[in-house]
Structure formats: C-alpha cells, structure tokens
Nanobody
Framework: QVQLAEFGGGSVEVGGSLTLSCNAS???????MGWFRQTPGKKREAVAS???????IYAPSVKGRATVSRDDTKNVLYLQLNNLKPEDTAVYYC??????????????????????WGQGTQITVAS
C-alpha cells in the first residue's frame, strides 16, 4: 500500500494553467498512476493515467490540454492542466495501482482499477 498526497490546487482564471503534484510515500516506479476528478453529486471521472513505462492516456475532456508525468526519483506524480475551463472545476485525486499496467484502451482506467487514493485537492476555475 502507498500513501498519496495531492498538492497544487487553487483558484485560477479561465484560460489559465495549474500543475498538481501527488507525493507517494514510497518507491512507486512499477505502479500505474492515475488522476481523477469529482464534483458534488457526480461520479469520479478519470482524467489521465501513466504506467510504469511512461505510457499516458487522457480522457477526451482534457486531451490536448493536460500532461501527466512522473518523477520516479522523487516519487512524485504531476498533472499539468492548460487552458482551464469552468467545467474543470472539481476535486482532483491521484490514485495508484501496483500492477504497473494501466490500460490498452484509449481511455484511462476507471476508479475501481486503483487500490490507493489521495485525499484530493480542489481546483476552481473562475469565469
């Protein structure tokens, strides 16, 4: 099991950028890592994933505006979001799965793929 903690949320204007980080409590190089977001009353939505080989998958809603990356020397996962829109407002979570493999599909794995979760960080995009 790995403990995860997200940082970097905040308020940003439409069109702005933000980079989230997720610190892992231990060496996680072989993990599949993911980013999710959730708004009140809605299901948790997969945003992006990155596997142990650095292969990335993005949800259509953020493709072209998001970059997921990982620094395995520091046990940190990142999510850069550009050209932010009001609909990007949500609590963002990082997640980990020890299998290392994420998905062969064009969309990131769903929430039940992952075993470990952070507490979330809020992004608010002001119009």
């Amino acid at each position: 099991q790995v403990q995860l903690a997200e940082f970097g949320g905040g308020s940003v204007e439409v069109g702005g950028s933000l980079t989230l980080s997720c610190n892992a409590s231990k060496y996680y190089e072989e993990y599949c890592m993911g980013w999710f977001r959730q708004t009140p009353g809605k299901k948790r939505e997969a945003v992006a994933s990155i596997d142990s080989d650095g292969n990335t998958i993005y949800a259509p809603s953020v493709k072209g505006r998001a970059t997921v990356s990982r620094d395995d020397t520091k046990n940190v996962l990142y999510l850069q979001l550009n050209n932010l829109k009001p609909e990007d407002t949500a609590v963002y979570y990082c997640a980990a799965d020890a299998s290392g493999f994420c998905s062969n599909s064009p969309t990131p794995p769903p929430p039940d793929w992952y075993t470990d979760w952070g507490q979330g960080t809020q992004i608010t995009v002001a119009s």
